[in-house]
C-alpha cells in the first residue's frame, strides 16, 4: 500500500517536472517567423503578434525597435515575432499582407486582428488586452 503511493507521489513529481521544463512564456524578444516554422509557431502560442514587415521599409525600420520594446515589454503574455515578407512569401501571401509594416495578432492560431502601418507601442497594448 505504501509503494503505491510512493508510486503515485513520484509519478505526480514527474509529470510535475516536465511541466516546468516545458517553456511556460512567451520570450522577451521578437523570434523570427519564416514560412517553415510559421505553423509551428501558430500552435505553439496561445496568442501570437506577427510583425510583416522587409528590409528595405523605412516605416518597418522605424517599426522594429518598438516590436522589440512591446516584446519585452509583454514577455509571458503573448509571443511577438516578426516575419521578412520577403524572405517568407508564402506565409505573406496567405495572410494577404499587402502593405508594411502589418501587424496580425493570432489567438489559438487563428488571425483575430489586423493593424496596419508603424503604430504605437501602447496601441499594441491595448489590441493585447482586448483578446487577453
Known amino acids: 500500500m505504501l509503494g503505491d503511493y510512493l508510486d503515485t507521489v513520484d509519478e505526480i513529481k514527474r509529470k510535475k517536472m516536465e511541466e516546468l521544463t516545458q517553456k511556460t512564456s512567451a520570450p522577451d524578444h521578437p523570434l523570427i517567423a519564416t514560412d517553415e516554422n510559421f505553423d509551428q509557431l501558430l500552435n505553439e502560442n496561445k496568442l501570437l503578434l506577427v510583425d510583416f514587415w522587409a528590409e ?67 496601441r499594441l497594448i491595448e489590441l493585447i488586452k482586448r483578446y487577453e
Open 56 to 122: 528595405w521599409c523605412m516605416p518597418c525600420k522605424m517599426f522594429g525597435p518598438t516590436v522589440a520594446e512591446f516584446a519585452k515589454d509583454m514577455k509571458g503574455r503573448v509571443t511577438v515575432a516578426k516575419l521578412n515578407v520577403d524572405e517568407s512569401r508564402g506565409v505573406a501571401m496567405k495572410y494577404n499582407t499587402m502593405s508594411i509594416p502589418t501587424t496580425i495578432l493570432f489567438k489559438d492560431g487563428k488571425p483575430i486582428d489586423k493593424m496596419i502601418g508603424a503604430v504605437p507601442k501602447e
